[in-house]
């Protein structure tokens, strides 16, 4: 068995140095080869680097241009841009918001701050996302159309939204999951958190939804250091988005009228600043994750007991994290290959633990969990920086 787990491992790091050259390498880095610190000296020199300024209205216009969403409100982080999405949705007070156990906690904080409960849905191995047909089974049985909403049989709670994450860059199975939405009068919001640059059926994630939200944290495909956005094709939503997240001002030369309690979440115009050079360089850090995978395919096709997961049927993927899956019957070699392959320098990561285990959740209602179960324990992030094909290694 030990023997057996070493040499798992060592094909691991092999398949990793063969793709990447030698160690060191991080997980995910920022790069800025660009205009950034054009575009940041501009903004200082201009002294708007607060809450107004040009760039912030650029990087909203070069966001919708990029993603062809009609709007972009920029934001100051992912989490802020999927609670106002979320607001907007009309998540109110015990509601109830159906999100996969297999995401990122701000997916969950988010339905919180919205004082609405986290419902959690299980994953399909095919895209890493929402399972579309065990959740339209689900509700069928457990929930009750009601004056044309969606009940909860169970808890007696609306169920008001369903937020599709796009993990690690791979687009869910986007048609299918809308038609639950229409079919059981759920708001579908996309947390495409992690799938800018990634399309299905040539369209943008995060744009198949009433809303969506971005992030442009340091570790995702670009970076503002730290921001978020809306993207939405409804005017109305787009004001509101704005008005909410800007304090909720009236406009007047002068006056502090806000009109309801607002958040003060907009993008610092230094942020945005980083955001437009980032922009830039996106289609050629996308080719640059691209040609990481074919390599790293390349050389996880020789080793066996483990599988480079690959964009599913339909989408294109941004491949914001390269992931590989261990055989069902390897997961117990989990940590060993944690392990090694970070002692030799080489940076891997696991899996999040499912949210529905974590203590603020674990009293949220879920679903069974098989599939989110055993990816959790078969999964492991190896490094996906586009530095590591742009700076020329190998
Ligand atoms: C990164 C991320 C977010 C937002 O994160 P911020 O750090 O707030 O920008 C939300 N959901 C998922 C799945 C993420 O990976």
Known sequence: MKTNTSTLAQDIIE??????????AVLHEPSFNGNEWL??????????????GKYVDRFEIDLA???????????????????????????????????????????????????????????EESTLGIDGKKLRDYLNSISEQRSGQCFNKNTGR?????????????????????????????????????????????????TFGLLGALSFNGNKTITTGGGGAILTNDENLARRAKHL?????LPHPWEFRHD?????????NINAALGCA???????????????????????????????????????????????????NQSDQRDLILEETNAANYMTRP??????????????????LPTAQSLATRLINIPSSPELVLSGSQ
């Open 15 to 24: 398949g990793i140095r063969a793709a990447i050259g030698p160690a060191p």
């Open 39 to 52: 575009y940041l000296k501009e903004c200082l020199d201009s002294t708007y680097v607060s809450s107004v």
């Open 65 to 123: 241009n990029f993603t062809g969403a009609k709007f972009a409100i920029s934001v100051i982080n992912g989490t802020a841009a999927l609670h106002i999405a979320l607001k907007l949705a009309g998540v109110q007070a015990n509601d109830e918001v159906l999100i996969p156990a297999l995401t990122f906690v701000a997916t969950a904080n988010a339905v919180t701050y919205c004082d609405a409960i986290p419902h959690f849905i299980d994953s």
């Open 158 to 206: 609306v169920i008001r939204a369903l937020v599709p994450m796009h993990t690690f860059g791979h687009p869910s199975d986007l048609e299918g999951l809308m038609s639950i939405a229409q079919d059981f009068n759920i708001v579908m919001v996309e947390d495409a958190a992690e799938s800018l640059g990634s399309y299905y059926k040539g369209k943008h994630t995060g």
């Open 245 to 249: 997240t800007t304090t909720a001002k």
């Open 260 to 268: 309801e309690v607002g958040y003060n979440y907009r993008m610092p």
């Open 278 to 328: 980032q922009l830039e360089q996106l289609p050629k850090k996308l080719a640059a994750k691209r040609e990481l995978f074919s390599r790293y395919k390349q050389s996880f096709s020789k080793i066996s007991k483990v599988a480079l997961f690959e964009e599913p049927t339909n989408s294109k993927s941004n491949y914001w994290l390269q992931t590989i899956l261990l055989d069902e």
């Open 351 to 368: 899996s999040w633990v499912l949210l529905n285990e974590l203590t603020p959740f674990k009293d949220c209602p879920n679903m069974d």
